[in-house]
C-alpha cells in the first residue's frame, strides 16, 4: 500500500512527494506515474538507507507529478564481512659493553692479599628490526535470509603481487547458511615497516 510499511521500507506521503527509510541499503528506487517513471539512484556511490521529496513524473497538462501508480525500491542482500590486521616484528638491540678493573695489577708477597674494583658500563647504542609480518581473520556473516555460497576470500596487501595465504578450513565454494559466520586466517611477511594499506575481499554467490 502507498503510503505504508513493509518488512523493509517505510513510505509516508503528503499525496503528491513521499519519503522512505529502509532498514537496508537502497541501489534505487523507481517511481512510475502516467505514461513514465523518475529513477533515483544511490549506488554508486553509496547505498541509502533514505530520501524525501520523491515524486512521479511531471504531467506537462498541468505541472504537476502525475499520481503514483506504483513504486519500487532495488537492493540487494549482502553479507557482513569485518577483519583484522596485526602486525609483528623483531628488534634485535644492539649494546657496547666496556669493562675495567682498579688497580689493574698486584704486586703481592705470600700472605698478603688485595682488592680490585671491577667496572662495566653497557650503552645502548641502536636496534635493528627484522621479520616484519601481518596476520588476522576475516569474519563472514550471512545476516540475510538466503543461503549465500562462498566462491573466494582474498587478502592483499598495497605494493604486493601476491596476496596474503588465506585459510578459510575447507575449499570454495563454500556454502553460508542464513544466520551462520565463516572465520578465515590469513599471514604474509613484509619487507619492512612501511605503512600499508590491508583489503580482504569475499566473493559471495546466490
Do not use: M, Q
Not at 562462498?150 to 570454495?172: L, Q, Y
Amino acid at each position: 500500500t502507498f503510503p505504508g510499511t513493509s518488512e523493509i521500507v517505510t513510505i509516508t506521503s503528503d499525496g503528491t512527494f513521499f519519503d522512505w527509510t529502509s532498514t537496508l541499503g537502497v541501489d534505487a528506487v523507481i517511481v512510475k506515474g502516467g505514461p513514465n517513471a523518475n529513477l533515483y539512484v544511490y549506488d554508486p556511490p553509496d547505498e541509502s538507507l533514505g530520501d524525501d521529496g520523491l515524486s512521479s513524473p511531471i504531467n506537462p497538462n498541468n505541472d504537476e507529478p502525475y499520481a503514483i501508480s506504483h513504486i519500487e525500491f532495488c537492493y540487494d542482500f549482502e553479507v557482513d564481512v569485518t577483519k583484522t590486521a596485526d602486525t609483528t616484528f623483531t628488534r634485535t638491540h644492539e649494546w657496547d659493553i666496556e669493562k675495567s678493573v682498579t688497580p689493574a695489577t698486584w704486586d703481592l708477597f705470600t700472605g698478603d692479599a688485595g682488592t680490585s674494583e671491577y667496572t662495566v658500563a653497557v650503552t645502548k647504542t641502536g636496534f635493528t628490526d627484522s621479520d616484519w609480518a601481518v596476520s588476522g581473520t576475516v569474519a563472514i556473516e550471512n545476516n540475510t535470509p538466503f543461503l549465500a555460497t562462498i566462491e573466494d576470500v582474498t587478502d592483499v596487501i598495497s605494493e604486493f603481487v601476491e596476496p596474503a595465504a588465506v585459510d578459510c578450513g575447507g575449499a570454495f565454494p563454500f556454502p553460508l547458511p542464513s544466520g551462520e559466520s565463516l572465520h578465515c586466517t590469513y599471514w604474509t611477511a613484509l619487507p619492512d615497516g612501511t605503512d600499508r594499506t590491508n583489503t580482504a575481499t569475499v566473493e559471495t554467490s546466490g
